[in-house]
């Protein structure tokens, strides 16, 4: 792993695992996706607002360890203001960029460094089911 892909797993899984910004629920949602790993208990539930294909918003509510807990809340807001058709390559592209097998170059995958940082859990496989959490449950949504 990179020195830059280790500084950015640093600052920013820890500061995203604080914020709050997108905690709730969705009025007049149109989804609720619950992310739930048995193994650990990390548990999310995905509040989503789709009008004419589009995230309209998108909130979460649950709790789980600093890398679930980030990567849900870069996913909320990452997805919103796009459409299915948008959601649907960021999100295969974010499980490539943690995937340990992954075949291209995690700086080839995103420029966005909040993004980026997730990339670590390449080198910590146990870590890639805290990270691919609710990103699956929006996977199964959009595809």
Not at 89 to 104: A, H, M, T
Not at 122 to 132: G, L, M
Request: with cysteine; net charge negative; hydrophobic share 35%.
């Amino acid at each position: 792993m990179s020195e830059r892909i280790k500084e950015l797993y640093q600052e920013h899984i820890l500061k995203k695992s604080k914020d709050e910004s997108l905690k709730g629920v969705v009025q007049n949602e149109t989804h609720s996706l619950e992310a739930y790993n048995p193994m650990c208990g990390d548990k999310f539930t995905l509040s989503l607002r789709i009008k004419d294909e589009v995230v309209e918003d998108a909130r979460f509510d649950g709790f789980g360890c600093a890398i679930s807990k980030a990567s849900t809340a870069v996913l909320t807001e990452s997805i919103i203001g796009k459409t299915r058709d948008e959601v649907a390559p960021l999100v295969k592209d974010f499980l490539e960029l943690i995937d340990e097998n992954g075949s291209r170059n995690p700086e080839t995958i995103f420029q966005d460094n909040q993004l980026l940082a997730f990339a670590a859990a390449r080198e910590f496989p146990e870590r890639k089911t805290c990270a691919s959490l609710s990103w699956d449950e929006v996977y199964k949504l959009v595809n």
